[in-house]
């Protein structure tokens, strides 16, 4: 390390050792990771980590996981994480991962993906695509609660929402296949309707997406149709397609 120094040192290039400090189930088939980190350093909301896997034999496997706390919450992150039936990472964190258990990561990465605080905001996920939106929302929570920001979140079923213990009036929900009983709010895919009624405050704005592919083409259509400017629109995929 002779001639780096300290920022170089902790530059987001590099990997490193992590400690799963606690593991928080969300929904059946999704789990919160706290992961404390020797060479933590602050993240943008939105922003997310490498996360590697090495076998017995050297064989790796590499995904990404957006950061889900505040970047207040100091000296780790947490990873909110869907288990995939068929995947390779994703089924590993689920199902052999532990807490105290060391994981490799790097981060954190992306410029375009992030809340620099810009105001109004409107949030618009899909399944796990709420990861990222979920640190924003928690850090405009944090440091500036009363600045405009929703969320538009997408589920398919009631016991599909993740930080349901967190979603109070700055959230809006739909449920596309089956919704809570007596449930009066929306149901089906995020419509004209949807978008146009949760975004009626907070335009001109900028809003973020993501989600499955196709969750994220069909909503950018949607908020273009409702007047966000494109250049106002950011979107990240998570891949594979299909929707919330
Ligand atoms: C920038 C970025 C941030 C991400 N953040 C998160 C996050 O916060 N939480 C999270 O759970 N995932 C997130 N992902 C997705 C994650 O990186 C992995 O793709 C996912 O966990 C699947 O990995 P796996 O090894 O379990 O499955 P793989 O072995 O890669 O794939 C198994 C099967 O699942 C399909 N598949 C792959 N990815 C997806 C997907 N995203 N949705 C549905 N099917 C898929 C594949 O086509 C394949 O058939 C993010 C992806 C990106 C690019």
Not at 109 to 134: A, D, I, N, Q
Not at 170 to 177: G, I, M, Q, W
């Amino acid at each position: 390390m002779d001639g780096l120094t300290p920022a170089e040192v902790r530059a987001p290039g590099q990997w490193q050792i992590g400690t799963v400090t606690s593991i928080k189930p969300e929904t059946p088939r999704v789990k919160s990771f706290r992961i404390a980190l020797p060479m933590w350093m602050e993240h943008l909301p939105g922003q997310h980590y490498e996360v590697r896997l090495t076998a017995p034999d050297g064989y790796r496997a590499q995904r990404s996981y957006s950061i889900a706390s505040s970047p207040l919450d100091a000296g780790g992150i947490e990873l909110t994480i869907d288990r995939l039936e068929d995947g390779e990472v994703s089924p590993y964190f689920h199902d052999v991962v532990m807490e105290g258990d060391e994981v490799e990561v790097r981060g954190p990465f992306t410029s375009y993906f992030v809340w620099r605080g810009e105001r109004p905001v409107l949030l618009v996920g899909g399944g796990s695509g709420v990861v990222p939106l979920m640190s924003m929302l928690r850090h405009r929570r944090l440091t500036m609660p009363d600045l405009p920001m929703r969320l538009l979140y997408s589920v398919r079923h009631p016991d599909d929402v993740i930080y349901a213990d967190e979603l109070g009036d700055d959230a809006v929900l739909t449920f596309t296949r089956e919704a809570p009983d007596g449930w009066a709010g929306h149901v089906g895919h995020v419509d004209l309707d949807l978008v146009a009624q949760v975004a009626a405050s907070l335009m001109p704005g900028t809003a973020f997406v993501c989600g499955s592919d196709g969750f994220v083409e069909a909503a950018t259509k949607l908020l273009l149709g409702a007047g966000f400017m494109e250049r106002e629109i950011r979107t990240e995929r998570f891949g594979a397609t299909g929707q919330a």
